[in-house]
């Protein structure tokens, strides 16, 4: 009997081994041939040829950031002049563009961000949340339609005092290191100084973060910032659970709470005050967050707390840290190229002659045409977001070949800009490219600094009035160089475009 029975059960084991077997069979080899359908038809784009089973391509990035760029631009000088194929691990092949041709394909309509596991936006959610920048779809549409009217003229307008202010306090503290002829790095100076912009113009909140020195904002954004792009790239930490183990994971968890929480103190103390005067301050500029606060959709909704929180969080990111990164490639540009230096000092010392003020006003933008072109070349050259990512809604062709909806294309703008198929002398700095007969035969996207199509940047116009202003304050007041024993000028690719070991300067005020 106990014989009978131990057979029995061994009959039964075994029924429900190859039961499971069968399931796992059945469940696995359709999805195996999928797979290498997908990998024959994605091996046969011009790409790497050296995939690992284990890292896809991933393994081929090297460590150090100038060599990721150089990597990056030997895919596009010698596979192929309009795109590539890059495997992000071993199942997740990824389309890269950096030709007008095929970046128009994918920015000419409202293609939604990359989201989902191991998508790039997707590891931004816990800090900018569904925001503009990570938002899709009737989230997206509707928080644009609700926030395009804060970046109208009109309210643009009153920006440039504070533009002006902070740049009074930004030359004071220049002027200590200019009469100490000591090297610094003008990095920190910019981001304590945008940082006090975004939060002055955008939210009325008024602090005078450039003479503290340091506000542990700027800190958390920074460390926020480098986490979501080494995260990115690196495999094992797309699981959250897996990122939330490591050390970088907590601290930017951590930040994240802290930056929420800066948000919405800002939030509070603006709701109070409305309440409290029935409406926004008549004392003061319309700014951002007032129409965050008294936006209505079509059917009469305003915005929830959270939404204007993770719109706040947006443009307190977007609106300091791409400028704050920005304008010292603007001046390190400037720098290599002496003549031209001179040619903008000279522009701005024609506006500003017999002024009893060095302040930029509204009427004088249009007024620096060469400062503007210089500026435009400098974020071809170095634009402040250095990629950019998309998810296909629908197939495209490219070339003969259909790609799937579904694909994640990846819009490397850092090569495009120097696409040697789309631009005359790529690397070279050669701000008359910009003007007006010599644009004439620029393919459309060709130039995309603040991406392009319905999902470009809201705030351009915003962060371009700011940089003028400040760069023009500091060029009328100092002539500057490069530190002779300072470390190299390196880039280093991130969400944002920074410099790999700051921008170490000296300045010298200029006999006026």
Not at 14 to 21: A, E, T
Not at 55 to 60: E, R, T, V
Request: charged fraction near 25%; aromatic fraction near 10%; hydrophobic fraction near 40%.
């Amino acid at each position: 009997m106990a014989l009978e029975s131990i057979l029995l059960n061994d009959q039964v084991f075994r029924m429900v081994c190859i039961g499971l077997i069968s399931l796992l069979l059945v469940t696995m080899v359709p999805r195996i041939f999928q797979f290498l359908k997908l990998f024959r038809k994605f091996q046969s784009f011009p790409g790497d040829p050296n995939y690992s089973l284990i890292f896809g391509n991933l393994h081929k990035l090297p460590a150090v950031a100038e060599d990721r760029i150089s990597y990056g631009r030997t895919n596009m000088l010698t596979r192929h002049p309009k795109y590539a194929r890059f495997w992000f691990g071993p199942f997740r092949p990824v389309l890269t563009f950096y030709h007008p041709d095929t970046v128009k394909l994918l920015l000419k309509s409202s293609t939604p961000k990359s989201r989902g596991f191991g998508a790039v936006y997707e590891h931004a959610l816990p800090w900018i949340g569904e925001g503009l920048i990570a938002a899709n779809g009737h989230a997206w549409a509707r928080s644009r339609r609700l926030l395009t009217p804060a970046f109208h003229f009109d309210i643009l307008r009153p920006y440039m005092d504070i533009y002006n202010k902070a740049a009074d306090t930004l030359t004071e503290k220049m002027d200590e290191l200019a009469e100490k002829g000591d090297k610094f790095d003008i990095c920190p100076l910019m981001t304590l100084c945008t940082l006090e912009v975004i939060l002055k113009c955008a939210m009325s909140y008024d602090i005078d973060i450039q003479r503290m020195g340091y506000h542990p904002y700027a800190q958390a954004a920074q460390e926020l910032g480098e986490a979501w792009s080494f995260r990115a790239r690196t495999l094992y930490l797309w699981p959250d659970f897996l990122f939330r183990l490591t050390k970088r994971g907590r601290n930017f968890f951590k930040n994240c709470d802290y930056v929420h929480k800066v948000a919405e103190e800002i939030i509070a103390k603006r709701k109070k005050s409305m309440e409290e005067e029935e409406g926004p301050s008549k004392g003061r500029h319309l700014d951002f967050l007032d129409i965050l606060l008294t936006a209505r959709d079509e059917d009469g909704n305003s915005m929830t707390t959270k939404e204007i929180r993770n719109e706040v969080d947006t443009f307190m990111f977007a609106g300091h840290d791409t400028t704050a990164c920005s304008m010292p490639w603007i001046l390190y540009v400037l720098i290599q190229h002496p003549e031209y230096m001179q040619k903008v000092q000279a522009e701005i010392d024609a506006l500003l002659e017999d002024r009893e003020s060095d302040h930029i006003q509204w009427a004088d933008l249009p007024e620096l045409p060469t400062l503007a072109i210089c500026i435009k070349e400098a974020l071809r050259l170095y634009p402040p977001v250095p990629f950019i990512q998309r998810v296909l809604h629908e197939p495209i062709e490219v070339e003969g070949k259909t790609i799937h909806a579904g694909c994640q294309v990846t819009v490397p703008i850092i090569h495009l800009h120097r696409n040697p198929e789309v631009w005359d002398r790529p690397d070279e700095f050669w701000p008359e490219r910009f003007l007006p007969e010599n644009m004439k035969d620029l393919q459309h996207f060709s130039y995309i600094p603040f991406s392009a199509g319905s999902r470009n940047c809201i705030g351009q116009n915003f962060a371009l009035n700011e940089e003028k202003v400040l760069i023009a304050r500091m060029l009328r007041r100092y002539d500057m160089e490069l530190a002779k024993d300072g470390p190299p000028v390196a880039r280093n690719p991130q969400v944002v475009l920074k410099t790999e070991h700051g921008m170490w300067l000296t300045l010298k005020r200029r006999q006026l």
